[in-house]
């Protein structure tokens, strides 16, 4: 059993910056793929961004490319994702995810792990 926990939402102004964090309790972590994953109220849950294990591979969605980045520390078991150049369009809950190690996916039905999602919120 794998369980995440997100932290490091706000309030934010547009054109701000946000780091959220997962705390992983896996003692596999190295070798999981993380995801992110973002839900507005109304909306699907979609894909955000995704690591590898080691960290040397990314994946973004394509309106995020350029300003969100993703990274991980394995000592800590922790990924993070900083958020800059925030608009009102990404306004949402937040989820991190976790899968064994493989492809960087963006289906939600890949992940087999969740955090339970931290809500951030951009004004303009």
């Known amino acids: 059993q794998v369980q995440l926990v997100e932290s490091g939402g706000g309030l934010v102004q547009a054109g701000g910056s946000l780091r959220l964090s997962c705390a992983a309790s896996a003692r596999t972590f190295s070798s999981d793929i993380m995801g992110w994953f973002r839900q507005a109220p109304g909306k699907e849950r979609k894909f955000v961004a995704a690591?590898?294990?080691?960290?040397?591979?990314?994946r973004y969605e394509d309106s995020v490319k350029g300003r969100f980045t993703v990274s991980r520390d394995n000592a800590k078991n922790t990924v993070y994702l900083q958020m800059d150049s925030l608009k009102p369009g990404d306004t949402a809950v937040y989820y991190c995810a976790a899968r064994y190690a493989g492809l960087l996916k963006t289906q939600v039905n890949d992940y087999y792990y969740w955090g339970q999602g931290t809500q951030v919120t951009v004004s303009s």
């Open positions: 690591i590898s294990g080691s960290g040397g591979s990314t």
